[in-house]
Structures are given as C-alpha cells and as structure tokens.
C-alpha cells in the first residue's frame, strides 16, 4: 500500500487504496476520486446492519461524509482568491527549497509546471474547494477539490512535489 503524507507536516493525506489515483499536469498533480459514505456501516453480515433499516422503520436517513475528507480527517476551510494566492507563492517557495535539498533534478520542472497550473487554476478559482490536513499548519499543502463534469462527488487534487510517497 502506498500512502502519501505531506512533506513538512507528515499528515497522511492520500493512499493507493482510494478511487482511481493517477497523475495529472504532467505530473505535477495527484488526483482521486472521491464518494460519499455513511461512518460506521460496515457490514460484517450481523443481523440489521443496513444502513437503509433506519429509513425503512421511518427514521431520518443516515449521514453521510466524503470517503477522502473522512478518512483523512481533512479540515474544510474558507479561501478567498487573493489570500490563496498569497498562499502559493509561500508554499511554492517553501517546496523549492525543500526539492533544492532533496531533490535538485526536479527544482526546474516544478517550478515550470507550476507557473503554467496556477494561472490556470486562478481562472477557475470558484470552482475548488479547500481543506487542510489534520494538523491544521497554515503552511502545509493545501488540498484542493474540484466537482468536474457530471460528477456527482468531488476529485481531490494534491501537489505531488508536496508529498512524500511511503509504501507499506
């Protein structure tokens, strides 16, 4: 199993085991997608372990959270445009030093990737949404979800450059 765990706070942010990682940008970017689940319905073949009893005998429907946001107890938080940007700029220094250090060879392509993504992503700012990792450190990755399509759920989207892959 392989999990990805931010590079200066070591929150584990990602793993292989959710719906369809992959690599987007170039590979600037991770992706997943997500779902909606119901928090404690497992079903481990007990009598009445069904989610849709409690509807079915008139009660209120179960809650349900984001797969992603639940299993990695991701923060949402408010983001206005410009104090993203302000953000970036910090983050995307702080990350370069880091690459200078641990990974020289990658210092030109990040930085080139990203001079291209975020403006990209600027212009469809109102479109993400933001959470942090459960440390809650203002200036760790910030991760970012995005309804794309006819998608019902959201797809998560990591700086891969911000992460540190760790297999287990």
């Known amino acids: 199993m392989l999990v990805w765990k931010d590079i200066f706070t070591s929150d584990e942010l990602l793993s292989d085991g959710m719906k369809n990682v992959h ?12 779902y909606n689940i119901v928090p404690g319905s497992d079903d481990y073949g007990i009598a009445d372990n069904n989610e ?3 509807a079915a005998a008139g009660g209120a ?7 992603v946001v639940d299993a990695f107890k991701l ?5 206005a ?17 880091y690459l200078e250090e641990h990974n020289a ?20 700012f109102d479109e993400y949404e ?28 990591y700086i891969k450059d911000g992460l540190l892959e760790e297999r287990f």
């Open 23 to 34: 690599e987007r940008e170039n590979g600037l970017l991770l992706a997943c997608d997500s």
């Open 52 to 54: 849709d009893a409690a």
């Open 61 to 67: 429907p179960p809650e349900t959270v984001n797969v």
């Open 75 to 79: 923060q949402s938080i408010p983001m």
């Open 81 to 97: 445009k410009k104090d993203f940007q302000s953000y970036i700029k910090k983050y995307l220094k702080r990350v370069k030093e």
């Open 105 to 124: 060879a990658r210092v030109e392509a990040f930085m080139a990737g990203m001079k291209e993504w975020v403006p990209k992503m600027l212009k469809e």
């Open 130 to 157: 933001f959470y942090m990792g459960p440390s809650c450190e203002p200036d760790a990755l910030l991760v970012l979800s995005k309804y794309e399509g006819d998608g019902h759920y959201p797809t998560f989207l």
